[in-house]
């Protein structure tokens, strides 16, 4: 059968009639046959399908070529875009010498023409073919009969699938339109593989800009809060104490008339009030009770602060949390339950909530829930055009970056329970990068 024709016309170069089959193909059970080929079609499609992972899905397509070629030997070969190079990725029955040394060119040994044209070549006897690279390896290896399906998405080629075999052996054409038809779906796999890769790499590089960006935000509000407490509040505490001393002058003086002494006294008041705003906004900026006390007192003290102000009943409680965090973990952390207990303010119309913080060798874990009126947490969280919504999904994406989750469950009428889950296995702090941000 030289000449032999393939799926598609002019895919396959023959040397000469070989099939795999220990019996030869006229021995085999024409019933049995058909239904192995569709048994095998059927579990590299399950693999594409249901696997993400492309060595598991490439596991899977050569154990099934060389379970019902009746193979032992055979492996796959991916093109490296950068370098332009063939190399095994999985393989079966060869040496890890031969695996790991067996680099071609495009274009070069059989496998790399393979790559280079699209068409599958089937030889006899590789080890006496002038086209083979790396001779003393397959001699070596033992390798004769041999076949090199290329691996094809659209019409791009993204690698070669190699069975071979230490004594000649018989191919037949349905053997080869077979290999032709998994390589294909293996192609379409190493495609999606692909994109599923660069899209977790794009994810993991958005992940580690946000922390980033996160981490400087956080310490461009520590820089802005010292600025206001070492610049701004002391000169309005100067100012308040002037104020205080001219209208303390004027009151136990003659020096000026009631209407004088009524706007230096509104003016005073007014300083007061001013200093009031700045330390609220220096706090909201830097949490002092954060760097100085840590987690748990800080969540404390804006939670009674809040809340209890407002009638509403809190309770906070911690386990495990004798420990210091890394600054982005406390920071994100209290930024959650700052949103979180902002909320039960404003929206809940709660008359209890409650925080409780755990930490054990595994996970770093913070519930905060309250009696309120609730809402319909089953619908998207979606942020409009005038921020509504952007608080919750703040509260995910922050636990996001942390590598943990966040979990929000609420119905209305049954009060709403926030459920965060932080890995601690950054269990301390690096003490450089706090003082840097403090």
Known sequence: MTGMEAKNEGDIQSTSPVSFGSNGPELEDKTKK?????LALSRVSAAVSGLWDLDGVLDVALDTVLEIMNGTIGGILLIDEQT?????????GLSDKYAEEMRLSIGEGIAGRVAQSGKAVLLEDISADPRAAWRDLISTEGLKAFISVPLRAKDAVLGVLNVASHSPHHFTQDDMHLLHTIGDQVGVAIEEAELYDQLRKERENYRQLARYMLIAQEAERGRVARELHDETSQSLTGLSLNMEALLSIANTSDFGDAAFKSKLE??????LQLNSEINKIMKSL???????????????????????????????????M????????????YRIAQGSIANIALHSQAKNALVILRCNSDELTMQIED?????????????????????????????????????????????????????????????KDRSADS
């Open 34 to 38: 058909p239904y192995r080929e569709l």
């Open 286 to 320: 830097r949490p002092t009770a954060l760097d100085s006390l840590g987690l748990s007192p800080a969540i404390r003290q804006i939670a009674e602060n809040r809340l209890q102000s407002l009638g509403i009943n809190v309770s906070v409680k911690h386990e495990g």
């Open 371 to 431: 009696d309120g009126k609730g809402f319909d947490a089953s619908r998207p969280i979606e942020v409009d055009e005038s921020g509504r919504g952007r608080g919750l999904f703040s509260m995910k994406e922050r636990a996001s970056l942390l590598g943990g989750t966040c979990d929000i469950r609420s119905q209305p009428g049954k009060g709403t329970k926030i459920m965060v889950k932080v890995p601690v296995y950054w269990s301390k702090p690096n003490e």
């Open 322 to 333: 004798e420990e210091r965090f890394p600054s982005e973990v406390e920071f994100g952390l």
């Open 84 to 92: 332009q190079t063939l190399s095994y990725r999985v393989h079966r």
């Open 266 to 271: 509104k003016a005073y008041n007014i300083s």
